[in-house]
């Protein structure tokens, strides 16, 4: 298990899971949202995006977390080992509620780009 990626619904634990599988494995962990997402949240464009994934992956072993169709051929197809966190709606929901909450009320920053959730971000975007 050198090259694992970690998916599944928004929610659902993929975060939470591998960063305890990095930190037990000693595996770098690389985030696919704070590749995508710059300040403002605005998404890099496609091409820098799959450079940033490409040059991340391009070391001898990871753990990739997240949920990004344009850049599965660069995560999928050099992984040994995919994770797929398939948990009931129930559990996402509640899941996804506490998440929310908890970031809003501390105002936690997400992956150093200055962004924060909101309420209206995190179940009224299309993003969501």
């Excluded at 960063?19 to 494995?25: K, P, W």
């Excluded at 977390?65 to 996402?92: K, S």
């Amino acid at each position: 298990m050198q090259r694992v990626v970690v998916f599944g619904t928004t929610g659902s634990g993929k975060s939470w899971l591998a960063e305890r599988l990095a930190g037990r494995t000693g595996l770098h962990l690389i985030e696919l949202d704070a590749l995508f997402w710059g300040p403002n949240w605005q998404p890099a464009p496609l091409e820098l995006f799959r450079h940033r994934v490409e040059r991340e992956t391009s070391a001898e072993s990871w753990i990739v977390v997240g949920n990004y169709g344009q850049v599965r051929d660069l995560t999928w197809c050099p992984a040994d080992t995919l994770i797929w966190l398939d948990l009931p709606l129930p559990v996402v929901m509640a899941q996804l509620v506490r998440r929310t909450i908890r970031r809003v009320t501390t105002g936690e920053e997400l992956w150093g780009t200055g962004n924060r959730e909101t309420l209206r971000n995190a179940f009224f975007s299309r993003q969501s």
